[in-house]
């Protein structure tokens, strides 16, 4: 099993940013992948950012050039910065984890942008 607790949200007018973490535990040995999804209400849950262990990074358009995900191995800790946030980017956020066939879920982290 791997625990996944996700921090970092919040409130952000727009234009500003966060960084939000995401801190792997339990069986975290094999993980090959770590990512972030976000869902509003009423929408489906949607992709955000992946990462493959060795470092390839995959985003979504909407994010592309505004969101960064990367990783700390030796924290077992996943992050996505994100600059330049808009009221559209308004979300709950939950951090990813697949090990082997399995894909894990955090908890899920508010992000609220507006003025």
């Known amino acids: 099993q791997v625990q996944l607790v996700e921090s970092g949200g919040g409130l952000v007018q727009p234009g500003g940013s966060l960084r939000l973490s995401c801190a792997a535990s339990?069986?975290?040995?094999?993980?090959?992948?770590m990512g972030w999804y976000r869902q509003t209400p009423g929408k489906q849950r949607e992709f955000v950012a992946t990462q493959s262990s060795g470092g390839p990074t995959t985003y979504a358009n909407s994010v592309k050039g505004r969101f960064t995900i990367s990783r700390d191995d030796a924290k077992n800790t996943a992050y996505l910065q994100m600059n330049s946030l808009q009221p559209e980017d308004t979300a709950v956020y939950y951090c990813?984890?697949?090990?082997?066939?399995?894909?894990?879920w955090g908890q899920g982290t508010q992000v609220t942008v507006s003025s």
């Open positions: 990813t984890a697949q090990r082997l066939a399995k894909v894990y």
């Open positions: 339990g069986s975290i040995n094999a993980i090959i992948q």
